[in-house]
């Protein structure tokens, strides 16, 4: 990072402010990083403040969290990237980005399928001809969304210390295990896997995957220090590693990371991850087509979803559309979180491992605080399990809609499923049915909670996409994006009210079982925090 940082001293923790990078490469088109601002000073101080209550939780060392939305932009680090050296974290400090390495390595393959050089589904033992054939056939896109049943570290951990190894030994790591499912069957979370994808972009592209990612990863995206962490070339700026064992800060265990060099090999900069962000959402490194791809949940083959794309995991969030990555290994933990329909980026980084939780709680605040102040959420007031089920329904309804419609309409996405609508809103009133819940209420939230995949050909996501373009037009788009902080039930009943208005066909409008428990749901019901996938 060129430029000095200029260190504001509060509440005791040094927290860097860094002036906005220049991207290296030049972008084909202006992209917001050239024009990226502070946030106004009070949302400045409401961000600090929501990292500071998190960390004064439990022990922690060091931090750095990342913000941008639209051309706004805010780093924070706070605490210490070596505590026996008393060394602070800064905007420089580089952090091990463990899994996140995964979401480099789906960027460089999609390159090279966008470029015609690979095809998503070749065979990978075609391009890694030393990874010894199986008794099933496993495709590059298969392997980009773990459904190629490859083994995640065998027999070892996750903290396994392979030593020094080059590509070919990362790959011998994989190479004697058998398929743990038919491909496209189950969903098995695995970093070799993704050693395999790393030796396939060698093998494209003639050219190490580090110098690769390097050319036509990190510079694009203006990443000035990230690479892959060879211990050997780390610097004073690279964070040590802590875990907490029985309540107290302790040195991490030393390992080598480069038996997983394509699934969890790299480090980077709060700057650089946030780059890497800014470089995702401006399209700079895949096209929108190939964006959407990436960030589209695959399915298996019975049609389940597995909520995670080609190299990101996705999954709605109150009405928000999530795509996302988190690493952990020892030295670190990391989160890259994107919400594409409203051109939000939030990165974090620690060096204190096991951090996952405490980093959601990080992203989910910093969401709410930029993107849901539009009026209070109600509770439905519930008087029995029926109830319960009919209300998570709804709640998925609005969840799925309105998340899909975001991405759809203003991110790269494409709204998914086929068939009559109408059709559509009469299954959807039928699984909504109190009559038919409360015979069998554990099968019926079953139903439920399949309503919105491919098995079900995306019911709820259609529904509710429905309903989220319908209160658009009618509503514009400010009064949509409030749904997110006023929960289900104000996007139920706005609904019913903007269709009784244009009289919509009857089908569109559900019924009058439905519109009654609305009715009832919502009288007198006290407001309450979010929850789940946005009832």
Known sequence: MKGLFLPVLLLG?????????????????????????????????????????????????????????????????????????????????????????????????????????????????????????????????????????????????????????????????VAGYELEAEPGTRFIYSTWAYNLLGAAIEAVSGRSYADYLQAHVFGPSGMEHAALDDRRTRDEHHAAGYRVRDGQRVPSRVINVSGRFAGGGTRASIEDLLGFARALLDYRLVSREGTGRMQTSMWTRDGKLTDYGMGFATWPLRGHYVVAHSGAQPETSTLLLLLPGEGVAITLASNVEGQAASLRRIAYGIIELLLENGGARVSARLRDSTDSVVNEGLGRVFGYGLAYHQWATRGPGTLPGSGELSEAFEQVTRLLDRSVIAKAPGAALERIHAAHEPRADWLFVRVGAHMARTLEEALGPERLRDYSSRGALAFFNDYLAVCESKACPEPFRFNETLRADLRRFTEGAPPAQAAGHGG
């Open 13 to 173: 923790l040094t927290v860097w402010a860094a002036p906005p990078r220049v991207p290296v490469c030049e972008p084909p088109r202006v992209s917001m990083s050239e024009v990226e601002q502070p946030f106004p000073e009070q949302v400045q101080r409401a961000l600090d403040e929501l990292v500071r209550a998190e960390l004064a939780r439990q022990p922690h060392a060091g931090l750095a969290v990342g913000v941008l939305r639209g051309n706004s932009r805010w780093v924070g680090a706070y605490g210490l990237r070596d505590v026996e050296r008393r060394l602070p974290a800064t905007p420089r400090t580089t952090w091990r980005m463990a899994s996140i390495t995964k979401s480099f390595t789906a960027v460089a393959v999609m390159q090279l399928v966008e470029q015609g050089r690979l095809e998503l589904d070749a065979d990978i033992h075609s391009l890694v001809p030393s990874w010894p054939e199986k008794r099933w056939p496993v495709t590059v896109r298969q392997l980009l969304g773990h459904l190629g049943g490859v083994t995640n570290y065998g027999r070892f951990g996750p903290s396994h210390d392979s030593g020094l190894v080059d590509t070919a030994g990362a790959l011998a790591l």
